[in-house]
Each structure stands twice: as structure tokens, then as C-alpha cells.
């Protein structure tokens, strides 16, 4: 079966960066080829996933093309490589394509004359109150200002006054001081959020970045162009002056919102989260992120936490807890017993709730809940549960997410049920009443925040939320990545996955794992899509592990 | 960037453009840049709303500070040599109240000085009686007179018109022909671009004709945006057919069935004119479907600007014609490859068309026995007001600029320099107007440039740096924004200067000076700021004892 089809081939070229002469696939802008030479060419303007204005004159290189005899053939030198001819004037190296024979100076002292140049320009319309910028520690001007220029500029004495605080929106605010029009917002906002609302009005010294005056910058991405503000003119209402960003701790993680798995940055100092940005990732998300992803993080340090386990209300320590779980369990038969997964639930939950499945022998009586909402055709996607993928692959729930949940209902209603499991869903949301929970004769939670089921649990177990722990998930793509702690869990809220282990051990003896490694490693066993890997071999990018598209979940109703 | 704006406008391009749009909107109110003006003509065209509020804010005729404007005085360079303008603006200021008095950048009156616009009318150097009447109902006498001498013989561009019908037969004898055959007497020909940069037009035009597509363009740049410069401006009055046969040539030529020429709003008479000669050509059957059963389809229409300088850059000129922000685009690509609306469009200067006449009956050989190897054929010279016999001059290039100036019989006061070519063209200290010679080539090596050769002059009285302030100030105005350089150099090089001329203790740093030139000069997108250090650098130079009080004396070493 394994007929050998040769990948297309990319056409090289020749380049010579530097006085050395390297090959890079046709295509590749010079920018992106210095970089790749590790020769880094500072730029404002360009970013690489935006179009190319050329505006900012900052990326300056020296390049020439090979001399040409008259006949069109290249003149050879000494090295028989080819001879250079060097055009007199610096060119912007991101608006061009490297080409065979290329020649380009990253250093030169013609090219250093022309940065430097640039930058103090930049710099005489810049307000230079680095102390109370957000940017600072994160500003491409302070950075380049250092390793460019001369760090000052001479024409200090004649700035030109702009409006310091521009609400363009709910969520952004813009210092006309600092922008120095790179054009980058603008750009975002057309070519990536397809929402036109921002633009540059009037002509030359007066030109600023406007809204079009009926509308705002309300857009669902609009967080984007904080990031990617070279120099701390936008700033995210809810990050603003609160931290200095070299305080934050950086965390790695994905997002939960949505089955996309948007890769992420979460800046922490202390256990408390101050903000999240994208992580660049380009199978995934590039490197943007929904407003609405981003600023959802608060309710994990809402005061009503769960932080201690009790029985029925009341605070007892987890040997008791779990212990009591596990009684409750024993003391039903299978029949009576119900248990809701979380399509939120990392892999190595997901399968430490199998493991407890089989203990229980309650091989059909369970499912997740599934989320669902409308894909906006950039980074949301339809599923708002983010683990959807890793619920099915591990068989907590069927192709049709939440089709079983009817069967619970009816359990309850009927009396057959007995005794619901929940890992981190509101039964109330799953079709019961206040009425049918009030009719069970117990009903375990795992939760992390009070909900229309909590006061019914008589088992409670306070757990982590998704920025508390380690772990797995696998998008809607098929594809695994992997969750890090950025601060720890309040009180004596425990790990998901250690609350369920000391479960199924309470049920049904030992089962050897003590670190999630160990999770990992007999996951692996059972299923193959894990097989050989471990969550440090995911790697801060993941890896694509199921490859037929996994359908997309349908609403419970449906079935 | 543009490239979905691109394409929505050339959705729209058939019936009525969105730029002609936001013009006409602006006639009535003297602005576009209302908010339900703008978001109009935003759903109209299906851009962004932020879109058009940029495009409209950046026209001195379309933007809000337009808006009541009754009297728009020239603030040009030939004018304020002339010294007529502070004048002029007393005067009006006896028949307009402050806020109706706009300001204008050249209406190609150099010749007289105290120019200014009135209801769409132009005027200069009338006196005070005249401009009373004038505005007590009068119609007045807005009539543009100036020498046309050919030193040339036979003229060829100046040369009179002898009637459509004889004008136009090397045009009909082109239609026989082969494209081919064209390409090889324009490369003979050797004619270079007129509008600044002196680009080999055979290139260009095989260019354009060796690009894929079914649509393709001719666009003639009239902006004619050089303070001092008239010389489009009299070719588009005067000789308007010899304008119009070049785009048809090149649309011939190229395969494209569009022209359409972008007219700077400060020459309506030039629209008029052109217009009229349009007209003409349309019922003389050489416009229009199937010209003269060739196959050849060919129309062509004019477009207003709306004040700003920088359409006269390729780019920009042709952003605006799309309605778009006409800031300048990073080439290539180039026009001849994606050009307006993306399509492949061959875009030259008015007077270059008006030179194809002359290849078409000399042949490209004979078309090359004038002028010198390098710069071949006819130019014009425009001179300001400062000259004997100001007008529009024609001469083989490489004749020596001092047989212009003995032919316009000289200066009528004491000049000592002129601004040739625009405000990034080179400033000739008088002494040194014996070793040039009007061509590409004579002016790059003294370190001056011909570009489109309006003629400035400086006279004695007028402080040089002034004129350097002046030419920042310009620079700031009209510049796009899009580059840093330009931008925020030219602003800080105006401030530098009125500094150093309100404050007598100060002085600018040399090496400051300097090194702000030096950034314009070698990091700017286009020649607006890459050029204007060219003409303050030769003051620099040439007049460095008047300038002395303003530098620091030392220059310092870095
Ligand atoms: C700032 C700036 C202003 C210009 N203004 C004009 C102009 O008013 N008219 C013109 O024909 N070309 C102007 N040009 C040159 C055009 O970009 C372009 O080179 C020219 O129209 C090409 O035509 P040509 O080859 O026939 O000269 C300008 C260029 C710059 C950089
Ligand atoms: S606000 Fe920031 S991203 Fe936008 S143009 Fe200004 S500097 Fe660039
Ligand atoms: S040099 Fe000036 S006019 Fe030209 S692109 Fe840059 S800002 Fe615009
Ligand atoms: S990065 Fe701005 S011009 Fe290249």
C-alpha cells in the first residue's frame, strides 16, 4: 500500500545573508529568511500575518542582485559563488521575496545609519513615560531604542500633542501619543476580524487612528491589536496600570471555551491571574484569541470557591468524604447508579472516570453534557465543551454527545435511579428538576463554584479549575494538547484527577498511580491514539492524534 | 492591503466611481467629511465605513475645515516668491470674512502670481479695482496669459493645431499597423517620462502590453501638483488632442479600452477643455466602439481631484481613483502589472502623451535626432513671474538652460537662484545656471534634477531660509503620512527652522540637520520625502554665508 508519493518539491533559492550564502524555500519574504539566518531585523509594520504596508522604514537592509554579464549570466568571484551588485540605498526587507543570488548586509554601517534614524523620529513623538506604560518591559520602541538606536532622541523639546486616552471601544483604549501608526490594528480588524471599523483620517503629521464615528471597536477580537500594538498605544481596559508585565509569571496553556484549544499565555504573579493572551500556535490559532476567551478567567478566583469538602453541608476532611462517596456507591446496585461526565474534564479525568465506570459496572449509565453555540468562522467553534474529542476517544459518551442523557431523566423520574455521579455539570442542566434531585437518595459532586446542584450533593468535593491543574485534551481537530497549572487551587480543593483516584481506590481497592504521569502511561495502554507519548512529549504545541474528523457533537435533543 | 478594496470598487467602476462621488457630495457643502455623508458613500460602494471617513479627511477640498470656504488664495511656491500673497489677503479680507478664506497649492498661475479661486474660477494679478468689481457681482477677468515660445524649430508640442482631422492621421495610419512595429519606434524613440523620473516609456508601455488580462487601463497623470509648474496645464488648454491621441496610442497599444485622466481640481479649465476635446473626438467617430472599423474600442473620462499633492505620485493617484486613502502603495507590484483596480494600466505624465504625436510623424529615429543620446526629443519649461517674458517654453533637450532665460528675456528683479522641478527638485544658485543643460542628465551630475521642469525663481530679497522653511512645511502638509520618515521628518525639519528664525539664541545643530536629511533621504517610501532633502541640501551648500546665522557654526563630529 505504501506506493512513495514525493512531496511537491519547494523550490530553493540562494541567498547570501551576511556573507554567507544559505538556502531558503522560494516565497519566503527577506524578513522571515534574516530571521531564519538568526539575524533578527527590527520592524514595527510588518507582521507576519497581515499584509505588508511598508511603512514604518524600520526593517532596513542593504541587498543587491547577482552582476549580470551582458549575455544574463551571472559573474562569478573568486569563490566561484556569485558577485553582488548592491543597490546604493537601504530596502525595507518585508515587502520582498527572497530571490536567487540575493545578496543582503543585516549590519551594515549604511544600514545602522538609516535604523537609527528612524528611530529617533519615532521617538520625538513618543512620550517617553515608560514608568506608567503597560507596555514597558513588552515595547518594541524602548527594546529597538537600546539595541538600534541611541536611545534618545535630539529633538526632544517639540512634541506633538495627541489625545492620551481614546476609548475606540469597551475594551480599548488608545494613547494618540504613542501610536506611531504602524497601521497593524487596522489592518487586523480588516484582514483577520473582517470588521472594518478602524482606519487612519486626515493627512500626513495630522494622521491618527480613528473609528469611523458612528461606530466603535466593540469586535470580538478586538484584544488582538493590544497584543499586537508594537508600542503600547491600545490598551486592554482590564489590564490596564493594574501590573507591570515583567512582574507576570507566564503559563502555558490552552483555552477551555471552545473546542478550538487556543493556545495561551496566562500572566500570573502571586495566585492571581492578571490577564491571558495568545500563544502563538499555527495549527490552531495562529496567534489570536477571542475577546471573549480571553477575559474569562475571573470567576476562578470568585470568593464562593469550593474549598472544603463536605457531607451533607457539612465541612468534613477528604479521608471522610471519599470514604463516604464510596459507601454511598457500594451500598446501590449498579442499576441505581448514574454518572455525568464534563466534556471539560482533561483526558486523564476522562479516563480515571472509565476506570471508576468499570468499578461501578455501569457500563451504559453515563454521559456528558454537551455545549453548544455557533461557530463565528474565525477561532470559535461550535462545541463549547473542549474535550468533546477526548470524551468520545475514551467512551464516556457516544458519537451523539448527551443522546443518553434522556435515560437518566427517566431513571430519576421513575425511581430506578438511585444515586447520580457529577463531575463538574449542574444536574439541572442535564433535564433534571430541583424536584427530581430532591427524590434521589444522594448525589456526588465534584464541582469548583456553588450551583443549582450543590445544595443537593450530599457528597461534595471542591476541585480544580482549568488554570489549577495538568492534564490533556484533544480539540475538535484531533488534535492533543496540554493544560499547565498557573496558580494553585484555593483552600483544600484537591486535583480532579487525584479526587477520582482516591475514589475508585475507596471503591474498589489500590490502583498505583501516584503522579498523572502514571495516568498517562496506562491511558496509553488502553488507548492506542496515546501510545508512546507522555504529557511532556506533547510539547507546548500538541500533536494532531485522531485524524478521521471526529463528527460534530448534536445537541442532546436531537436524539 | 488594498486588494478586496480593489476589487469592490471595480464592482462599482462602471457607472459612477466612488472618488467622483465623494467630490460631487463636497460640492455642495464644501465637505464629504460628514458622518452620514461618508457612511453614505461607504454602503454605496460596500468599503468600510472607516474607509471612506479616511479617504474624505484626507482632501483639502472634501475634508471638514473645508466646509464654508468662499476664496481659496495659492500658497505656492511661485506665488509667495512673487510676493503677492499677503497683499492679495488683505484685499479679500475687505470683501470675506476670516473663516471663508481657504488656502489653494498652485493653480499654474506663476506666470503673474496672486493667484487665487473663486467659484470654481481662477484669477491672477488683479488689482485692487479689479477684485472690487469682481466681488460686487462683477464676472471679472479670469483669462490666463503667458508667452508660448518654441525655441525649438519645428515645434512639435507647441506647434499649432491644425484641426482634428489632420492631427489624427498618423493615429488612423496606426490602426493599419502592427503593434509590434510601434514598440520598435518607441524604443527608437527613446523618449523618457516627463513627469519626474524620466522612466524609458517603452518599457513601461511593453510592459503593460505583455501583462495577462482582458481589462486594462490608461491613465494620465494631470495632477500636475508642482508649485511653479504649468506646463500640463497648458498642454491640457491649449493642446488638448495631443494628450488625448497619446492615451489612444496606448490604448492601442496595450489592449486596454479605458483612459481616464486624473485633473487636479485647481485646473478647471483644463476639465473644461478636456472634456470639450473628448466630446469632439466622440462625434468625430474616434472614440467609442470599433473606431474606424479597427476593432479597436477606446473610451476616455476625466476625474477631479481634490487638493493633495501626493496624487501626483502613481500610486496614490491611482488609490484615489478608487476612492481609497490615496496614500502610496510598496512596489513592485507595479502599475503596468496591477495598477488601477489591480488591473495592468499604463499610467504617464500629460506632457509625455503629448510627445507621442511627434514619435508617431518622426519616426522613433527622427523622434531621437532631438535633444542629446540620453534625453531624447522636446520639453517644456514653465517660468514664474520673476522672468522678463514668463510662459511656456519649448526647447530640444540639452539646450543650455542660460538660452532659456536670454530667450524669456531674463529676470525682472534680482534673483539669485531657482527651484527647477518642483519642491524636490534641485536649487540652481544663479551662477551656476551656465553649466546646465535642460536634460535628465546634465542636472543629476551638478546635483540638481530636471523633473518636470517648472521653473521657481528665488529672488535676492526673499530670505533663503524662508524658502527652506517653506519647502519642510510643504513637505509636511501634503505628505501621505504612510512613512515615518517623511512624516515626522519634515514636520520636525519646519520646526527646527521657524525655531531657529523666531529665536535669535538658537541654532540648528548642523549634524542634527544633516542626519534628519539623511533618514528622509534613504528611508522614505517614495520621493516626496526621499527628495525634498535634495533642494535644502543644495541650499545648504550653495548659500551657506546667509544661512550661517541659523546653524551652529561648528559642525560636530559624531
Ligand atoms: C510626490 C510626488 C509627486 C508627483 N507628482 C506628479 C505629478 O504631479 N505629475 C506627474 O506626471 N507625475 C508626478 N509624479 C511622478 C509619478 O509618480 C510618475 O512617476 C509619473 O506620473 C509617471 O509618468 P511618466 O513616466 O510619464 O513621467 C510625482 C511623484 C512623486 C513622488
Ligand atoms: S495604535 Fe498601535 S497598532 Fe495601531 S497604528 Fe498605532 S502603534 Fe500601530
Ligand atoms: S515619503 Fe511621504 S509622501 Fe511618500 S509615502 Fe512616505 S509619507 Fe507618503
Ligand atoms: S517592517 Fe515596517 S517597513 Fe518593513
Redesign the interface.
Known amino acids: 500500500m505504501s506506493t512513495e508519493t514525493a512531496a511537491p518539491a519547494v523550490p530553493m533559492v540562494n541567498v547570501q545573508i551576511d556573507g554567507v550564502w544559505l538556502q531558503f524555500p522560494k516565497g519566503t519574504r527577506v524578513i522571515e529568511a534574516c530571521g531564519q539566518a538568526q539575524k533578527f531585523i527590527p520592524r514595527y509594520c510588518y507582521h507576519p500575518k497581515l499584509?505588508?504596508?511598508?511603512?514604518?522604514?524600520?526593517c532596513?537592509v542593504e541587498m543587491g542582485m547577482p552582476k549580470m554579464t551582458p549575455d544574463r549570466k551571472p559573474v562569478l568571484g573568486a569563490d566561484g559563488k556569485p558577485e553582488i551588485a548592491w543597490i546604493p540605498?537601504?530596502q525595507?526587507s518585508c515587502?520582498q521575496d527572497v530571490a536567487e543570488g540575493m545578496g543582503i548586509r543585516t549590519g551594515s554601517p549604511?544600514v545602522e545609519?538609516?535604523r537609527k534614524?528612524?528611530l529617533?523620529?519615532?521617538l520625538?513623538?513618543h512620550p517617553l513615560d515608560c514608568p506608567i506604560c503597560d507596555q514597558a518591559g513588552e515595547c518594541r520602541l524602548q527594546e529597538f531604542s537600546v539595541e538600534f538606536g541611541q536611545g534618545e532622541s535630539?529633538?526632544l523639546d517639540?512634541k506633538?500633542k495627541k489625545p492620551k486616552n481614546v476609548e475606540l471601544g469597551p475594551r480599548i483604549t488608545l494613547d494618540a501619543e504613542r501610536c506611531?501608526?504602524c497601521t497593524r490594528c487596522?489592518?487586523f480588524m480588516?484582514?483577520v476580524a473582517n470588521d472594518?471599523?478602524?482606519?487612519?483620517?486626515?493627512?500626513?503629521?495630522?494622521?491618527s487612528i480613528?473609528?469611523?464615528?458612528?461606530?466603535i471597536l466593540d469586535n470580538n477580537y478586538s484584544l488582538n491589536t493590544v497584543d499586537i500594538c508594537p508600542v503600547g498605544a491600545l490598551t486592554s481596559n482590564d489590564f490596564r496600570f493594574k501590573m507591570r508585565v515583567w512582574f507576570l509569571k507566564e503559563t502555558k496553556t490552552i483555552d477551555v471555551n471552545c473546542g478550538t484549544g487556543a493556545n495561551i499565555i496566562i500572566g500570573s504573579r502571586e495566585n492571581t491571574i492578571y490577564r491571558i493572551t495568545p500563544r502563538e500556535n499555527n495549527d490552531v490559532n495562529g496567534v489570536w484569541l477571542p475577546d471573549s476567551h480571553r477575559l474569562n478567567f475571573k470567576y476562578v478566583a470568585d470568593e464562593r470557591r469550593l474549598t472544603k469538602p463536605t457531607v451533607k453541608g457539612q465541612p468534613v476532611d477528604w479521608r471522610t468524604a471519599t470514604a463516604i462517596a464510596a459507601e454511598i456507591l457500594k451500598a446501590h446496585t449498579a442499576e441505581q447508579l448514574w454518572l455525568v461526565a464534563s466534556g471539560r474534564q482533561t483526558n486523564e479525568e476522562l479516563f480515571l472516570t472509565s476506570r471508576l465506570i468499570d468499578a461501578l459496572e455501569i457500563e451504559k449509565q453515563h454521559d456528558i453534557l454537551p455545549r453548544t453555540g455557533e461557530a463565528d468562522g474565525l477561532l470559535i467553534a461550535a462545541d463549547r465543551n473542549p474535550n468533546t474529542t477526548g470524551a468520545k476517544l475514551i467512551g464516556l459518551c457516544t458519537s451523539k454527545p448527551g443522546s443518553r442523557l434522556k435515560k437518566l431523566v427517566e431513571g430519576v423520574r421513575s425511581g430506578a435511579i438511585k444515586t447520580v455521579i457529577t463531575l463538574g455539570e449542574d444536574l439541572t442542566k442535564c433535564g433534571l428538576t430541583a424536584d427530581d434531585l430532591k427524590k434521589l437518595d444522594a448525589i456526588i459532586a465534584l464541582d469548583i463554584l456553588p450551583n443549582q446542584t450543590t445544595p443537593h450533593a450530599t457528597v461534595l468535593l471542591p476541585a480544580s479549575a482549568w488554570v489549577e491543574k495538568r492534564g490533556s485534551m484533544i480539540n475538535v481537530k484531533g488534535r492533543l494538547q496540554r493544560l499547565n497549572r498557573a496558580v494553585a487551587a484555593p483552600g483544600e480543593a484537591h486535583d480532579d484527577w487525584e479526587i477520582l483516584r482516591d475514589l475508585i481506590a475507596a471503591v474498589s481497592g489500590s490502583n498505583g498511580l501516584a503522579v498523572i504521569e502514571d495516568v498517562f502511561k496506562a491511558m496509553a495502554a488502553d488507548h492506542s491514539e496515546f501510545a508512546g507519548l507522555s504529557l511532556s512529549k506533547i510539547g507546548d504545541l500538541g500533536l494532531p492524534v485522531v485524524t478521521e474528523k471526529t463528527p460534530e457533537p448534536e445537541p442532546a435533543a436531537a436524539n | 492591503?488594498s486588494e478586496n478594496l480593489s476589487a469592490l470598487s471595480f464592482r462599482k467602476s462602471a457607472d459612477k466611481n466612488l472618488f467622483e462621488r465623494m467630490v460631487e457630495a463636497a460640492e455642495k457643502t464644501g465637505t464629504a467629511a460628514a458622518?452620514e455623508t461618508?457612511?453614505a458613500l461607504?454602503e454605496e460602494s460596500l468599503?468600510?465605513?472607516?474607509?471612506t471617513?479616511?479617504a474624505v479627511?484626507?482632501?483639502d477640498f472634501l475634508?471638514k475645515e473645508n466646509e464654508g470656504k468662499k476664496v481659496f488664495v495659492c500658497n505656492g511656491s511661485a506665488c509667495l516668491t512673487a510676493g503677492t500673497q499677503d497683499k492679495l489677503h488683505d484685499a479679500l479680507g475687505r470683501s470675506f470674512k476670516h473663516e471663508e478664506i481657504g488656502h489653494i497649492c498652485c493653480l499654474g498661475r506663476c506666470h503673474q502670481g496672486g493667484a487665487f479661486q473663486h467659484e470654481g474660477r481662477n484669477f491672477s494679478g488683479q488689482s485692487d479695482a479689479a477684485l472690487g468689481e469682481l466681488f460686487s457681482g462683477g464676472t471679472g477677468d479670469s483669462e490666463d496669459r503667458y508667452e508660448v515660445v518654441s525655441h525649438l524649430q519645428p515645434a512639435q508640442l507647441t506647434a499649432p493645431f491644425p484641426g482634428v482631422e489632420k492631427y489624427f492621421t498618423p493615429f488612423r495610419d496606426l490602426l493599419k499597423k502592427d503593434r509590434d512595429w510601434l514598440a520598435g519606434e518607441l524604443k527608437d524613440s527613446g523618449l523618457r517620462g516627463r513627469g519626474g523620473a524620466g522612466f524609458p516609456l517603452h518599457f513601461k508601455w511593453a510592459g503593460c502590453r505583455a501583462s495577462e488580462g482582458k481589462v486594462k487601463y490608461i491613465v494620465c497623470n494631470a495632477d500636475e501638483g508642482d508649485p511653479g509648474a504649468y506646463i500640463d496645464k497648458y498642454l491640457m488648454e491649449q493642446r488638448p488632442h495631443s494628450v488625448l491621441l497619446g492615451m489612444m496610442v496606448a490604448g492601442w497599444f496595450a489592449g486596454a479600452e479605458v483612459g481616464i485622466l486624473y485633473i487636479r481640481a485647481e485646473y478647471p479649465d483644463s476639465i473644461r477643455i478636456v472634456d470639450a476635446a473628448i466630446a469632439e473626438l466622440r462625434a468625430a467617430g474616434l472614440l467609442g466602439k470599433n473606431i474606424l472599423g479597427s476593432g479597436f474600442n477606446f473610451e476616455l473620462k476625466t476625474i477631479k481631484g481634490a487638493g493633495?499633492y501626493i496624487c501626483g505620485e502613481e500610486t496614490a493617484l491611482l488609490a484615489s481613483i478608487e476612492g481609497q486613502?490615496p496614500e502610496v502603495?510598496?512596489r513592485p507590484p507595479f502599475p503596468t502589472v496591477e495598477g488601477l483596480y489591480r488591473k495592468p494600466t499604463i499610467l504617464n505624465n500629460v506632457e509625455t502623451f503629448s510627445n507621442i504625436h511627434a514619435v508617431l510623424t518622426l519616426g522613433g529615429k527622427g523622434y531621437a535626432k532631438i535633444g542629446t543620446a540620453q534625453s531624447t526629443g522636446p520639453k517644456l519649461l514653465s517660468l514664474d513671474s520673476h522672468f522678463a517674458k514668463p510662459g511656456i517654453y519649448e526647447v530640444a533637450m540639452g539646450t543650455p538652460l542660460a538660452d532659456v532665460v536670454a530667450l524669456a528675456g531674463g529676470f525682472r528683479t534680482k534673483v539669485k537662484a531657482i527651484q527647477v522641478g518642483g519642491p524636490l527638485g534641485g536649487i540652481v544658485p544663479v551662477g551656476k545656471i551656465g553649466e546646465l543643460t535642460v536634460d535628465f542628465e546634465s542636472f543629476k551630475k551638478a546635483g540638481f534634477l530636471l523633473g518636470h521642469a517648472g521653473v521657481v525663481s528665488i529672488p535676492e530679497s526673499f530670505p533663503m531660509i524662508e524658502y527652506i522653511q517653506h519647502l519642510f512645511q510643504f513637505t509636511?502638509?501634503?505628505?501621505?503620512?504612510?512613512?515615518?520618515?517623511c512624516?515626522?521628518?519634515?514636520?520636525?525639519g519646519a520646526?527646527?527652522v521657524a525655531?531657529a528664525r523666531s529665536d535669535s539664541s538658537y541654532q540648528i545643530?548642523r549634524t542634527?540637520i544633516g542626519?534628519?536629511l539623511?533618514?528622509m533621504e534613504?528611508?522614505?517610501?517614495c520621493a516626496l520625502g526621499g527628495g525634498v532633502p535634495l533642494p535644502i541640501k543644495n541650499a545648504l551648500q550653495h548659500f551657506e554665508e546667509e544661512l550661517r546665522p541659523f546653524l551652529s557654526s561648528a559642525p560636530e563630529k559624531r
Do not use: Q
Open positions: 499584509s505588508s504596508p511598508g511603512n514604518c522604514r524600520m532596513m540605498r537601504p525595507i515587502a549604511m545609519e538609516a534614524g528612524v529617533e523620529f519615532l520625538i513623538n535630539r529633538f517639540e506633538v506611531i501608526l487596522i489592518r480588516k484582514e472594518d471599523v478602524l482606519g487612519i483620517v486626515e493627512r500626513g503629521s495630522f494622521n480613528a473609528c469611523h464615528p458612528d461606530r | 492591503m458622518p461618508a457612511r461607504g468599503f468600510g465605513d472607516a474607509i471617513l479616511g479627511s484626507f482632501y475634508k493633495a486613502r502603495r510598496v509636511a502638509d501634503e505628505s501621505c503620512g504612510k512613512c515615518f520618515p512624516r515626522l521628518g519634515s514636520t520636525r520646526e527646527l525655531k545643530d542634527l542626519d534628519l539623511d533618514t534613504l528611508t522614505s517610501l
